[in-house]
Each structure stands twice: as structure tokens, then as C-alpha cells.
């Protein structure tokens, strides 16, 4: 396991710390580094939670968007990995967005070697910022909205420099982006390893309705049930004025 992951599994609820896990200067000298190694080698880097849960993902949006010209917005993209698994499965109107350029460089450069440049457009985003969010969102909502580990790396950021809390303002904007990305009808789909299913759906309650979950495999410790990750769908809650 890396250490970037281990930092991931290890910040469990209880000893909730920021890390650096929740800098932009981390991801970009993370992407920095994977960069150097796609120019090098080819290889494309961390695929964030295993090849499993991106398929299970891809599978959830094969079964559930039958149009495979939805509009699909992929948040805090990184290499672009899942966006290619959906390319691959025939889905054409892509978008990955991360507030990292370097990430946004790295994704530019795998898709346009996989010859998905037409399908796959990347844009870099600070998701946390209303502008940012309102500028990509503006030409047309999204119907998909998609999240692997972004969500997860944001419960991590600082409040401030060095600080060990974490900032709360930031996460809960977060679900306010969501709801600000997807049109009327929309699907969020995320996929985390620091928040099980019951906490997702509590702590995106009050503006996203819970419609279906994924299941992984689990595993058996001392008689209880645990899973590695969970996947969990939503669409935006109705207020009483829409
Ligand atoms: C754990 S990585 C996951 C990357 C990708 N989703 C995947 O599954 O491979 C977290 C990603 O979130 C991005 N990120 C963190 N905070 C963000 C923010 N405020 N806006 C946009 N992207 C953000 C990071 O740059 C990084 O690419």
C-alpha cells in the first residue's frame, strides 16, 4: 500500500486530522511526479481503490444512464482513469475537472493517447469554489456527477496552514457544489474509503436523496461486517419551491 493510501485508510472518524492528503500542493507534486513517470514509462498512475471500484462504478452508470451522450462530470479527476472506463464502455460526453493543473495535464495526456481527446474534456476546477463550480456548470448541467476519493481528500483538508483541524466550511460547501453541478434530474454517485454508506447518506441528507448503493465485498472481524469502500447514489432532494 502506498503511503498516500495508508494515510487515507489510517484517517479513520474518530482521530479525524487533516492531512496532506488535503493540500492542492501535495496533488501537485504528486501529478508532478506522475507526469515524469507516464512520459517515461506509460504507466498512469494510482488508480485510486483498486480497478474494482471504478468498474463497479462504470458498471452503475452503464445499468442506470441509458443515453450514452449524458452529460457526466467526473470531480477531482486525477489521471482521468474512470473517465477512460467510461469512454471504453462507449459514453461520449465526459468531463474531469481537479483543481491540481498538473493533474489536469496528466488526464489531457493519457486521453489523448488512448484517442479519447473528443470525448474526454478536462478543465481545471476548484470544486470548493462557488464561482468555479458555477462557470463549468453554466453551458449545461450535468446528468451524472461522479466522485472517487475526491470527497474523501477534502474531509482531509486543513483549516489552515499546519493546522490539525480540518475545515468544515470546506466540506460543507461540497454538497452545495453537487447539487450546483447536476441539472434538475441528476445522479451524484460517490465512492469513498473514510466514510461508510450510513455516513454518506447522513451527511449529504440535506440536499441529496439517497437512491440506491453498490455493494463490495466485506469482511469479517470479531463478528462484525466492515467494508474497505462504499459507493452510494443520490439525486438532489426536492425543496418545496422546485
Ligand atoms: C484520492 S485522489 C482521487 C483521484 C481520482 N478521483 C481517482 O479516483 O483516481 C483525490 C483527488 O481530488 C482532487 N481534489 C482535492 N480537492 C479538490 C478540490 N477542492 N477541487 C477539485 N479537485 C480536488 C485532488 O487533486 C486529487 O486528484
Known amino acids: 500500500m502506498s503511503s498516500d493510501k495508508a494515510d487515507f485508510v489510517n484517517a479513520g472518524v474518530e482521530s479525524f486530522e487533516a492531512s496532506r492528503l488535503g493540500r492542492k500542493d501535495h496533488w501537485d507534486s504528486v501529478y508532478d511526479r506522475e507526469i515524469s513517470n507516464f512520459k517515461e514509462t506509460g504507466d498512469i498512475g494510482e488508480v485510486w481503490f483498486g480497478e474494482s471500484a ?7 452508470v452503464r445499468s442506470n444512464i441509458g443515453d450514452t451522450s449524458a452529460r457526466i462530470l467526473d470531480v477531482g479527476c486525477g489521471n482521468g482513469h474512470l473517465l477512460l472506463e467510461l ?11 481537479d483543481y491540481s493543473p498538473q493533474a489536469i495535464e496528466l488526464a489531457q495526456s493519457i486521453a489523448a493517447s488512448r484517442g479519447f481527446g473528443n470525448a474526454i474534456t478536462l478543465i481545471e476546477q476548484d470544486f470548493l469554489n462557488p464561482a468555479e463550480v458555477a462557470r463549468v456548470a453554466a453551458k ?16 482531509l483538508k486543513p483549516k489552515g496552514n499546519g493546522a490539525a483541524d480540518v475545515d468544515q466550511a470546506a466540506i460543507d460547501t461540497y454538497p ?9 434530474a ?20 440535506k440536499h441529496l436523496e439517497c437512491t440506491g448503493r453498490v455493494k463490495h465485498s466485506s469482511f469479517r472481524f470479531g463478528g462484525a461486517v466492515g467494508q474497505t469502500v462504499a459507493t452510494v447514489a443520490f439525486k438532489k432532494r426536492r425543496t418545496l419551491d422546485s
Open 54 to 60: 471504478a468498474s463497479k462504478m462504470v458498471s452503475w
Open 87 to 97: 469512454a471504453d464502455d462507449g459514453f461520449t460526453n465526459l468531463t474531469g475537472t
Open 140 to 155: 449545461e448541467r450535468f446528468d451524472v456527477v461522479l466522485d472517487k476519493g475526491t470527497y474523501d481528500a477534502i474531509c
Open 176 to 184: 452545495l457544489s453537487v447539487v450546483g453541478s447536476l441539472n434538475d
Open 186 to 205: 441528476g445522479v451524484f454517485l460517490i465512492t469513498s474509503c473514510n466514510w461508510t454508506e450510513d455516513e454518506l447518506v447522513a451527511r449529504f441528507a
